[in-house]
C-alpha cells in the first residue's frame, strides 16, 4: 500500500545511480524507496546527465559536450533571452525514463534541479562575468523548474509532488572571494524555489557545510 501523502520523516535520494540503463534505473528507484522515489540522473551513461551538464542544457550561447563540458559562445550570452527549459533531450533520459515507469502513480515523487548559485558559478569558471553569469542560470533554472514540473503533471497529474534544488555552490557563498554577494546568493536561490512552491514541497540540498 503506497501512501498518498507526503509526511514528516520520508526518506527520499538525490543525484546520481550508477546505471547504465535508464529502465533499470527507474525500477530499482521505485522499488527501493517506493514511499518516495526519486527520478534518478546517469551520469554513466551519459556524462550529459551530470549536474552542470543537465542544468546548461538549453542555454543559447552554451554547448553541452558529449564529456558534459561545456562551450561558452559568450557574444549570444544574454540573460534576457528566452531559454529551453524542455526535459527532452540526452541529458534527461534517465528523468524520462523514471516518469514513464512511475505513469499514473497517485502516491509521491521526488525530483530535483541543479540550482542557479552553482550553475552560475559554472558559467562564470568558463569565463562568463558573474554580471551576466548568475541572472542567466537564474533565469534558466526557473525555466527548468516550469518544465519539470509540467514533466510530472503529464505523466503523473495525482502524484503529490517533492522538488529539491540542488545548490552545492552554497559551500563558498560566505567566502570573502565570492563573486555574488550573500544578498543576492539569497534571492538568487529563493527565485528558483519561488517558481516550484506552487506546485511542489520543495528543499535545497547542499552536500557540504553551508550558512
Known amino acids: 500500500m503506497i501512501d498518498v501523502a507526503v509526511v514528516h520523516g520520508q526518506s527520499a535520494a538525490i543525484g546520481s545511480l550508477p546505471h547504465a540503463d535508464p529502465v533499470e534505473a527507474a525500477a530499482f528507484a521505485l522499488e527501493v524507496q517506493p514511499r518516495l522515489p526519486a527520478a534518478p540522473s546517469l551520469p554513466n551513461r551519459s556524462a550529459r546527465e551530470g549536474m552542470i551538464a543537465q542544468a546548461a542544457w538549453g ?21 534576457l533571452a528566452p531559454v529551453d527549459g524542455s526535459v527532452d533531450g540526452d541529458p534527461f533520459v534517465g528523468l524520462r525514463a523514471f516518469l514513464a515507469a512511475a505513469a499514473g502513480r497517485i502516491g509521491p515523487l521526488k525530483v530535483q534541479l541543479t540550482g542557479p548559485v552553482t550553475l552560475g558559478l559554472a558559467l562564470h569558471a568558463c569565463g562568463v562575468d558573474a554580471e551576466r553569469a548568475f ?5 534558466a533554472v526557473r525555466a527548468r523548474a516550469a518544465a519539470l514540473v509540467q514533466a510530472v503533471r503529464r505523466a503523473a497529474p495525482l502524484a503529490p509532488l517533492v522538488a529539491f534544488v540542488d545548490e552545492p555552490g552554497l559551500v563558498g557563498a560566505m567566502h570573502p572571494g ?3 554577494d550573500p544578498d543576492a546568493t539569497l534571492d538568487l536561490v529563493s527565485s528558483a524555489l519561488a517558481t516550484l512552491e506552487p506546485h511542489a514541497v520543495t528543499g535545497l540540498h547542499c552536500c557540504g557545510a553551508a550558512d
Do not use: H, M, N, Y
Request: charged share 25%; hydrophobic share 40%.
Open 178 to 180: 565570492f563573486p555574488l
Open 135 to 139: 541572472p542567466l542560470a537564474g533565469a
Open 59 to 79: 542555454i543559447p550561447g552554451v554547448e553541452v559536450l558529449p564529456d558534459g563540458s561545456l562551450r561558452v559562445d559568450d557574444p549570444r550570452l544574454d540573460p
